[in-house]
Structure formats: structure tokens, C-alpha cells
């Protein structure tokens, strides 16, 4: 199951998309890119969410403008640097925090800030310095946070489901708190399975130094399609007692799937905007079996 586009989707999608293309190129290639991006979307099942289109769209990019398939290499780079020059400090701030698991929760969701596709011309660096200063005063759903460390502390299987580069660093510290408060879990890390919008791919993994194994999801939708699922990604999923899933577009591919999820993103879209009845930016905490009633 997934959350399919609506009317509101499509037109982000295409406003998002055409802002970008208008200018890498002239009025044709603009015209062409439109017309192949309509194309794209009669071409998709009805029920395709979002994160399922961001394949053609980067094909479209590459066959009219010629950029490369990983397009936000530069930004994922340095998203990483930003990350790595903050991580000792991120660290001790959530160590010495009455609750460093909770910390580090607070930490991982601030960083699904970094985010260079959905929250595009809107992502700084410096207003994420000045968001990371007040990380501590955020607010979650205590009762599903209860309800995750209770499962944690009796489940053995943890599967991490990554979101963008940058903020697996911010992912990074979260795993290490969870690691010391239930020594008993097998933490394992899911990246994508090659260039997904900005997301977290294995060299992200590399250059922010997770400790932990690290799998991909054998694709590039930049979310969890269950559908195309790497082997050793389903049984990973399969076999984990809890997912974690971070990012909004992790949960627009998996909502309603029935695994025994925690999903913990930012509110980027109108779609989830109306959803939750919340403002953007809005941090979350909900878990599978409640949130798909939604």
C-alpha cells in the first residue's frame, strides 16, 4: 500500500519540476519536458504515489537536459560535510540530554530538514544551524514514543529505513543512543539502491560512518516501494521485530503496508498538511497501526 497522488500531488509535482526545468534550458525544451512529464504521469498506475515518479521524471531530466543521474551529488556532499564538521557536538548535546534516546529522536527528525527535492529553494544551511539550537524544545507524541522503546526493549531486530544524505548523520547519532540504551538489538541501516533525489545511497553511509550494517533497497525511488524491494531488503523487513522509517517519503510508499513501522519525518507537502492537520515542518511520530486509519 502507499498514499497515490491526488489532483494536489500532480500539480506540486509539475510546478515543482517545471520550475526546475525552465531553468536548465529554452521554451522547447521546457514545452518537451512538460509534455513528457504528462506522459509520465497517464503512464503510472492510479494509485502511484509520489516518490514512485521520481524515476521517469530523472530520466526526463537526463534525455532533455543531459544532467547526470545523480543530480544532487553536490548537494548530498555537502549535506554530508555539514553533518560530519557538527557531529561531535550533536553527540554531546544529546549524551548529556535526561533522555538521549529521546534526544536523539528529536536529532534524526530535525535532520529530515535536509531535503533538496521536496522542500526545494527552501533548504539552508544556515537556518538549519539556527533549528539545531532549539532541537531539544521539540515535540512528540510521547505515548508512540513510549510504545517504540517498549517494543525495542523486547523486540531483537531493528531496521533502519534512511531518508536523505546529511541526515543519515543525524541518523547516525539516533542508532548510537538506541545501541547503548538496548544493547541486545541488531541495528541494521537501508539506504536506496542508487541516485534517488538526494537521498542516502551507501557512499552516504560511508561518509558519514555508520557503525552499523548497511543494505539498500535495490532501488531508485526515493522511498520504500515494496514492490521493488531487494531481496535482502524484504527479508530484512520480513524478519525485523521493529522499522524505523524516516522521511515523509518513506511513509508515502509504506502507509497502510501492515509492517510494524514508527514513521518519523517532517511535514513537507499539502498532502500531509491535510492529512495530520498540522502546519509544514510539523515533526512526527506515528506508528503503522494507527497512522493508516488516518
Same mark, same amino acid.
Given at each position: ?23 536548465? %534550458? ?94 526545494? %529553494? ?8 539556527t533549528m539545531l539550537e532549539k532541537a531539544m524544545e521539540m515535540e512528540l ?7 517504540l522503546c517498549a517494543e525495542l526493549s523486547k523486540g531483537t531486530r531493528l ?57 539498500d533497497n535495490g532501488s531508485t525511488v526515493p522511498g520504500t516501494e515494496l ?68
Amino acid at each position: 500500500m502507499s498514499i497515490g497522488m491526488d489532483a494536489q500531488c500532480y500539480l506540486c509535482h509539475f510546478k515543482r519540476n517545471m520550475e526546475t526545468a525552465r531553468a536548465l %534550458g529554452d521554451e522547447a525544451q521546457a514545452t518537451e519536458f512538460a509534455r513528457g512529464l504528462m506522459a509520465l504521469y497517464l503512464s503510472m498506475p492510479e494509485d502511484a504515489s509520489s516518490p514512485a515518479v521520481a524515476p521517469g521524471t530523472n530520466a526526463l531530466f537526463q534525455k532533455i537536459y543531459g544532467v547526470e543521474a545523480d543530480r544532487f551529488r553536490q548537494e548530498k556532499e555537502h549535506s554530508n560535510r555539514f553533518v560530519l564538521a557538527r557531529m561531535d557536538e550533536i553527540r554531546r548535546r544529546t549524551e548529556s540530554a535526561a533522555d538521549p534516546v529521546y534526544a536523539g529522536l528529536q536529532m534524526a527528525i530535525l535532520g529530515n530538514y535536509i531535503d533538496f527535492s521536496a522542500l526545494q %529553494g527552501e533548504v539552508s544551511f544556515e537556518k538549519l544551524d539556527t533549528m539545531l539550537e532549539k532541537a531539544m524544545e521539540m515535540e512528540l507524541d510521547r505515548r508512540v514514543y513510549a510504545d517504540l522503546c517498549a517494543e525495542l526493549s523486547k523486540g531483537t531486530r531493528l531496521l533502519y529505513l534512511t531518508d536523505n544524505a546529511g541526515e543519515i548523520g543525524f541518523d547516525r547519532i539516533f542508532a548510537e543512543q538506541l545501541h547503548k540504551a538496548f544493547p541486545h538489538l541488531i541495528i541494521t541501516f537501508c539506504v536506496r539502491g542508487g541516485p534517488a533525489q538526494n537521498d542516502a545511497t551507501r557512499e552516504d553511509a560511508v561518509a558519514v560512518g555508520i557503525p552499523f550494517p548497511v543494505i539498500d533497497n535495490g532501488s531508485t525511488v526515493p522511498g520504500t516501494e515494496l514492490s521493488l524491494l531487494s531481496a535482502e531488503a524484504k527479508a530484512a523487513m520480513d524478519a525485523a521485530d521493529v522499522i524505523l522509517s524516516k522521511g515523509q517519503g518513506n511513509a508515502e510508499t509504506l502507509l497502510g503496508c501492515g509492517y510494524n513501522i514508527y514513521y518519523a519525518f517532517l511535514i513537507k507537502c499539502a498532502r500531509f498538511i491535510d492529512r495530520y492537520q498540522k502546519p509544514k515542518l510539523t515533526p512526527m511520530l506515528v506508528k503503522e497501526r494507527e497512522a493508516c486509519d488516518k
